[in-house]
């Protein structure tokens, strides 16, 4: 009798879970297979579903951490009410709230700051042989501003105030974003969120201080520099979005990540949406210049009493003890003087190929290659307070219409990040292959399941890196090819039009972070170093978007508003072309963890019978090892 075996042995695999299709390249599995591998495989007692470790918080914390009391703390939150718990959907649905009352600033902010550089100019500093036009005598807060925001004079005076606040933060910021980072891995996100959050609200009392009485403000306008400085010890906001992203990680599964990014991001875009053309029409209804101001804090005061009372701790306390003690191990003197060491974990590290001598000395460059994109797009939100100037000045703006222009940014962008990234993440996602049970008794097939099946936490469809890194891409080549038109716009609705096609490549930054922790998961770091690792991030972006940023583009504005003002989208062009160019050199690395699953298998191969199939065995004797005749 011939037979025509399918599978003369088992096949190695990279992954601790063997798919079917590893053992049957065809990959067709019926009731009687799945049989044959639940006798296979089964020998032991099941574990119970209740007993099973979470498979979130049990995987955090690395060595240090101590199992048993993470397991007690994981089931005493579980059995707390649903409000003391941690979640993303406390972000997801308050952020929006914080980010209304930031938006609703950004067009009243810009005219505050030209209405105080008017008035001082005309207090007798302006000289307009010197290319300045005589503004109009106008009350601090009147809408009649456009003669004298219009002057490249008085853009250029603006601009270098913003320059100067948007330095002065960005340089404290990138001093202190990597220690608030690891901060909130050693004493928890909100705590870092709660002392951040503080800063916020004395900005926001700066800036009414300012707009009710400037004239009774010690030192003028230039409190402004000192709340700046401020909120740049406590982190500024690249700290808060690496803290907001850290608890949004910590209350997630990589198989999911990236879409719980896009939701929060396009949620947080909605506000952004929102807030410029609601505080249009509240300014409108009320005929008080200064109500936005107002209506700002108390959004922003109602923001901190959810962070200060409301919202839980995403960390457990056995992992918050883990990381001290991991800080203490890595703790040296000269740390605490170099604000670029949190970087290292960004830096290359060894590849653990497990093959040939030779590739073990290759380092694996992928979170490397990753940083060095995110860092010339980092430039661009440094651009945008003279992006603004840019349209005021030449379309004539008022800044009731730059508001309703940043709405229409904000819809574009929310509806993609909270509607159209998530669907083509599910679009992308490849299915989930079959994997064999993990414990000897485990059934294969469900209905042989001696105890109730244990509920999934992750989607049906799990995407991988590559999908990530597939769309960090596009959304780079989509970002410079909207600048492009954006720089050649002549009209308000070409120059609308563009920029909203621009806001279709916010995908980059979601993508972008779960890619990150991706990869340094697949280099064999710990997922509870989120923390760490989105300060590392931080740090790049505060470089980049609150120092290099705004003083790049301050100069190059200030030095070109008057000849060639579309010089500023032009540079913005070459840096995200830039940022492409590196995104092309991330490899995805093999995942370390099954790199060691792997070597545990090949270990325990010998003791396991290959699995041989023959279309022509009865069925009672197939897949069984063929018994060996003895011969003389």
């Given at each position: 009798?011939?037979?025509?075996?399918?599978?003369?042995?088992?096949?190695?695999?990279?992954s601790?879970?063997?798919?079917?299709?590893?053992?049957?390249?065809?990959?067709?599995?019926?009731?009687?297979?799945?049989e044959?591998?639940?006798?296979?495989?089964?020998?032991?007692?099941?574990?119970p579903?209740d007993?099973?470790?979470?498979?979130?918080?049990?995987?955090?914390?690395?060595e240090e951490?101590?199992k048993?009391a993470?397991?007690?703390?994981r089931?005493?939150?579980?059995?707390?009410?649903?409000?003391?718990?941690?979640?993303t959907?406390?972000?997801i649905?308050?952020?929006?709230?914080?980010?209304l009352?930031?938006?609703?600033?950004i067009?009243?902010?810009?005219q505050?700051?030209?209405?105080?550089?008017c008035?001082?100019?005309?207090?007798?500093?302006?000289?307009?042989?010197?290319?300045g036009?005589?503004?109009?005598?106008?009350?601090?807060?009147?809408?009649?501003?456009?003669?004298?925001?219009?002057?490249?004079?008085v853009?250029?005076?603006?601009?270098?105030?913003?320059?100067?606040?948007?330095?002065v933060?960005?340089?404290?910021s990138?001093?202190?974003?990597?220690?608030?980072?690891?901060f909130?891995?050693?004493?928890?996100?909100?705590?870092?969120?709660?002392?951040?959050?503080?800063?916020?609200?004395?900005?926001?009392?700066?800036?009414?201080?300012?707009a009710?009485?400037?004239?009774?403000?010690?030192?003028?306008?230039w409190?402004?520099?000192?709340?700046?400085?401020?909120?740049?010890?406590?982190?500024?906001?690249?700290?808060?979005?690496?803290a907001?992203?850290?608890?949004?990680?910590?209350?997630?599964t990589?198989?999911t990540?990236?879409?719980?990014?896009?939701r929060?991001?396009g949620?947080?875009?909605?506000?952004v949406?929102?807030?410029?053309?609601?505080?249009g029409i509240?300014?409108?209804?009320?005929?008080?210049?200064f109500?936005?101001?107002y209506?700002?804090?108390?959004l922003?005061f109602i923001h901190?009493?959810?962070?200060?009372?409301?919202i839980?701790?995403?960390?457990?306390?056995?992992?918050?003890?883990?990381a001290?003690?991991?800080?203490?191990?890595?703790?040296?003197?000269?740390?605490?003087?170099?604000?670029?060491?949190?970087?290292?974990?960004?830096?290359p590290?060894?590849r653990?190929?497990?093959?040939?001598?030779?590739?073990?000395?290759?380092?694996?460059?992928?979170?490397?290659?990753?940083?060095?994109?995110?860092?010339?797009?980092?430039l661009?939100?440094?651009?945008?307070?003279?992006?603004?100037?840019?349209?005021?000045?030449?379309?004539?703006?008022?800044?009731e219409?730059v508001?309703?222009y940043?709405?229409?940014i904000?819809?574009?962008?929310a509806?993609f990040?909270?509607?159209?990234l998530?669907?083509?993440?599910?679009?992308?996602?490849p299915?989930?292959?079959?994997?064999?049970?993990?414990?000897?008794?485990?059934p294969?097939?469900?209905?042989?399941s001696?105890?109730?099946?244990?509920?999934?936490r992750?989607?049906?469809?799990?995407?991988t890196?590559?999908?990530d890194?597939?769309?960090a891409?596009?959304?780079?080549?989509?970002?410079?090819?909207?600048?492009?038109?954006?720089?050649?716009?002549?009209?308000?609705?070409m120059?609308?039009?563009?920029?909203a096609?621009g806001?279709?490549a916010?995908?980059?930054?979601?993508?972008?972070?779960s890619?990150?922790?991706?990869?340094?998961?697949?280099?064999?770091?710990?997922?509870?170093?989120a923390?760490?690792?989105?300060g590392?991030?931080?740090?790049?972006?505060?470089?980049g978007?609150?120092?290099?940023?705004?003083?790049?583009?301050?100069?190059?504005?200030?030095?070109?508003?008057?000849?060639?003002?579309?010089t500023?989208?032009y540079?913005?062009?070459?840096?995200?072309?830039?940022?492409?160019?590196?995104l092309?050199?991330?490899?995805i690395?093999?995942?370390?963890?099954?790199?060691?699953?792997?070597?545990?298998?090949?270990?325990?191969a010998a003791?396991?019978?290959?699995?041989?199939?023959?279309?022509?065995?009865?069925?009672?004797?197939?897949?069984?090892?063929?018994?060996?005749?003895p011969?003389?």
């Amino acid at each position: 009798m011939s037979s025509s075996p399918r599978s003369a042995g088992v096949t190695q695999t990279r992954s601790p879970y063997l798919t079917i299709t590893t053992l049957l390249p065809e990959g067709q599995i019926d009731d009687e297979a799945a049989e044959l591998f639940h006798e296979f495989v089964h020998s032991h007692t099941h574990t119970p579903v209740d007993e099973l470790p979470d498979p979130i918080t049990h995987d955090m914390g690395g060595e240090e951490i101590d199992k048993a009391a993470l397991e007690a703390q994981r089931r005493e939150r579980a059995a707390r009410p649903w409000w003391q718990r941690p979640s993303t959907t406390w972000f997801i649905v308050l952020s929006p709230l914080g980010m209304l009352a930031v938006s609703a600033l950004i067009a009243p902010r810009l005219q505050l700051y030209t209405d105080l550089v008017c008035n001082h100019l005309n207090a007798g500093q302006w000289d307009p042989e010197n290319g300045g036009t005589e503004p109009d005598t106008w009350s601090l807060g009147s809408t009649a501003t456009v003669p004298c925001a219009a002057d490249p004079v008085v853009q250029a005076k603006v601009a270098e105030l913003l320059t100067v606040m948007a330095t002065v933060q960005g340089i404290l910021s990138c001093l202190t974003a990597a220690f608030w980072g690891s901060f909130s891995d050693r004493y928890g996100r909100m705590l870092f969120l709660r002392l951040n959050t503080t800063a916020v609200l004395l900005s926001d009392a700066v800036l009414v201080s300012l707009a009710v009485a400037p004239e009774r403000v010690p030192g003028g306008y230039w409190l402004l520099i000192y709340a700046s400085a401020f909120q740049g010890l406590i982190g500024g906001s690249s700290a808060a979005m690496a803290a907001l992203h850290a608890y949004l990680a910590d209350c997630s599964t990589p198989a999911t990540r990236s879409q719980i990014f896009s939701r929060f991001l396009g949620l947080v875009f909605t506000g952004v949406a929102l807030g410029p053309s609601l505080g249009g029409i509240v300014e409108r209804l009320s005929g008080n210049p200064f109500i936005i101001f107002y209506l700002a804090l108390g959004l922003h005061f109602i923001h901190a009493l959810f962070l200060w009372f409301v919202i839980p701790e995403s960390l457990l306390p056995a992992q918050m003890d883990a990381a001290r003690r991991r800080a203490e191990n890595k703790r040296h003197w000269y740390n605490r003087f170099n604000f670029l060491a949190p970087l290292a974990i960004l830096a290359p590290v060894a590849r653990k190929e497990g093959v040939a001598p030779q590739q073990a000395l290759k380092k694996d460059w992928s979170l490397t290659w990753l940083a060095l994109s995110y860092a010339p797009d980092s430039l661009v939100l440094g651009s945008m307070p003279y992006w603004f100037q840019y349209a005021a000045g030449k379309f004539n703006w008022t800044a009731e219409i730059v508001g309703y222009y940043i709405s229409i940014i904000g819809v574009t962008r929310a509806l993609f990040l909270a509607f159209g990234l998530p669907t083509v993440l599910r679009i992308l996602a490849p299915n989930r292959p079959v994997q064999l049970p993990t414990s000897p008794d485990e059934p294969l097939d469900a209905r042989t399941s001696p105890s109730p099946p244990t509920p999934s936490r992750d989607p049906v469809h799990a995407h991988t890196p590559a999908v990530d890194l597939g769309l960090a891409k596009f959304s780079l080549a989509l970002h410079a090819i909207s600048l492009a038109f954006v720089s050649i716009s002549k009209d308000t609705a070409m120059f609308t039009a563009a920029t909203a096609l621009g806001a279709l490549a916010a995908g980059y930054s979601p993508t972008i972070h779960s890619l990150s922790l991706g990869l340094h998961t697949r280099r064999g770091g710990a997922p509870s170093e989120a923390g760490q690792l989105f300060g590392a991030m931080s740090v790049i972006q505060a470089l980049g978007n609150q120092i290099v940023g705004p003083l790049l583009f301050g100069v190059v504005y200030i030095k070109t508003v008057a000849t060639f003002p579309e010089t500023i989208f032009y540079v913005l062009i070459a840096a995200v072309l830039l940022s492409l160019f590196f995104l092309f050199l991330v490899k995805i690395p093999p995942d370390e963890r099954a790199v060691d699953a792997e070597a545990v298998a090949q270990a325990t191969a010998a003791d396991v019978p290959p699995i041989v199939i023959d279309d022509d065995e009865e069925p009672s004797t197939r897949g069984r090892t063929p018994s060996r005749t003895p011969t003389a």
